[in-house]
């Protein structure tokens, strides 16, 4: 019982405190009460959402207006992501990238849904798996390579799909392709592209690996 207790002790004690803002938010995850902590997951799903390709139009960092976060998720190459996000339309992080990252491990352990934020600006993107399992979204995207999101998972206020099917996000980040097939619309997305830190956490230096 005491085991038990100990977990929401920590929280209500660290959320009693007046620490300054980066020691806490590093201590509750280290302490595991991130998770509630988090806010509520975005909403999804709807029609696609078309963009403009002024979207990608040229920016201070290539099509966005910054680098890539200095602290990206499941141990994601950070010049990759960036060379990837903010100086590319067309190509892709290798097939099978993902699973050489902490990713597969992360994902599957996770109680509920993960959601995956933009890598340059920390806006969520998708959110996963909704509508399915995680080995149903673990076993589509190992068939193709790619993690792969469906139009229940995408929220369509910071992503958008350009005519030749290029996915990128409000902010100019470029995320992948729309590759429709049988069952609708696939969005076949690089990781480093949705490996961010939630914006907030971003700013103090926290890196949410668990999400």
Avoid at 71 to 99: F, M, P, Q
Avoid at 162 to 176: F, I, M, P
């Amino acid at each position: 019982m005491a085991r038990t207790l100990l977990p929401i002790l920590a929280c209500t004690s660290l959320a009693g405190r007046r620490a300054p803002r980066l020691r806490r938010a590093a201590t509750l995850v280290a302490t595991g009460c991130a998770a509630s902590a988090a806010t509520a997951q975005p909403a999804t799903g709807g029609a696609l959402v078309r963009g403009d390709d002024s979207l990608m139009a040229p920016k201070a960092h290539g099509t966005t207006s910054t680098p890539v976060q200095e602290r990206l998720r499941w141990d994601v190459d950070r010049a990759t992501a960036d060379r990837i996000c903010s100086y590319n339309r067309h190509y892709a992080e290798y097939a099978g990238y993902y699973k050489r990252t902490t990713f597969i491990a992360a994902f599957s352990a996770a109680e509920g849904e993960t959601t995956f934020y933009d890598s340059v600006s920390g806006k969520p993107l998708f959110v996963a798996p909704r509508g399915r399992t995680h080995d149903a979204f673990l076993a589509e995207s190992s068939a193709h390579g790619w993690p792969s999101f469906r139009d229940e998972e995408c929220v369509w206020d910071n992503l958008r799909i350009l005519d030749d099917g290029e996915a990128v996000s409000v902010d100019g980040t470029h995320l992948g392709h729309n590759l429709p097939d049988s069952k609708g619309n696939r969005y076949c997305i690089n990781l480093v592209s949705v490996a961010g830190t939630p914006v907030d956490e971003a700013a103090a230096g926290v890196t949410r690996s668990e999400l």
